[in-house]
T-cell receptor
Framework: AQSVTQPDIHITVSEGASLELRCNYS??????LFWYVQSPGQGLQLLLK??????LVQGIKGFEAEFKRSQSSFNLRKPSVHWSDAAEYFC????????????FGGGTRLMVKP | DGGITQSPKYLFRKEGQNVTLSCEQN?????MYWYRQDPGQGLRLIYY???????QKGDIAEGYSVSREKKESFPLTVTSAQKNPTAFYLC??????????FGPGTRLTVL
């Protein structure tokens, strides 16, 4: 079965600094990969997704992620963080032959210092 | 606008009561899902349905029940058999391949 690990439970960055959130997955073949963001008390919003092709994926709100097969990673990056980016971020992996199922990581809570 | 609605936003339950959480989507998606979210634990799958009149248990189905009589609707009942129901509940829907869209959630509290 597939699994997802987000090693960092909490991350604090200064506004304007760059950001990288880590995500590692375990699966025997190339999975479908997603990053979602959740503001407190809200649902999840899709930031970006990787299905195939170019391994650098652009998403909304200035985020990007890079799929690295050799490292089984799909890290999320943003060059300059804004205070409004403070939220919880979830990485997820999906397998097409598993009934459209997603497995989520435990999440990383991002705090932004002024 | 297309999307997923969940109601109510906040729900309070007394011990021994069953409560039903509503989830409606107008995205014409075949698949729908219910997740439970506890602080620091990410999302755990309760039930999912890939087609009308069919649904499957997820990882933590005990104490919960669902129905899927219409494509648009996937209500979740939290029964008295669920011993620790206080949590944030999220409904989602999807159409292949795999991208899931989420509703705003329902926070359930047991009094």
């Amino acid at each position: 079965a597939q699994s997802v690990t987000q090693p960092d439970i909490h991350i604090t960055v200064s506004e304007g600094a760059s950001l990288e959130l880590r995500c590692n997955y375990s699966y025997g073949a190339t999975p479908y990969l997603f990053w979602y963001v959740q503001s407190p008390g809200q649902g999840l919003q899709l930031l970006l997704k990787y299905f195939s092709g170019d391994t650098l994926v652009q998403g909304i709100k200035g985020f990007e992620a890079e799929f690295k097969r050799s490292q089984s990673s799909f890290n999320l990056r943003k060059p300059s963080v804004h205070w409004s980016d403070a939220a919880e971020y979830f990485c997820a992996v999906g397998v097409s032959n598993a009934g459209n199922m997603l497995t989520f990581g435990g999440g990383t809570r991002l705090m932004v210092k002024p | 606008d297309g999307g997923i609605t969940q109601s109510p936003k906040y729900l309070f339950r007394k011990e021994g009561q069953n409560v039903t959480l509503s989830c409606e989507q107008n995205l014409n998606h075949d698949a729908m899902y219910w997740y439970r979210q506890d602080p620091g634990q990410g999302l755990r799958l309760i039930y999912y349905s890939q087609i009308v009149n069919d649904f499957q248990k997820g990882d933590i189905a005990e104490g919960y029940s669902v129905s899927r009589e219409k494509k648009e609707s996937f209500p979740l009942t939290v029964t008295s058999a669920q011993k620790n129901p206080t949590a944030f509940y999220l409904c989602a829907s999807s159409s292949p391949p795999l991208e899931q869209f989420f509703g705003p959630g329902t926070r359930l509290t047991v009094l």
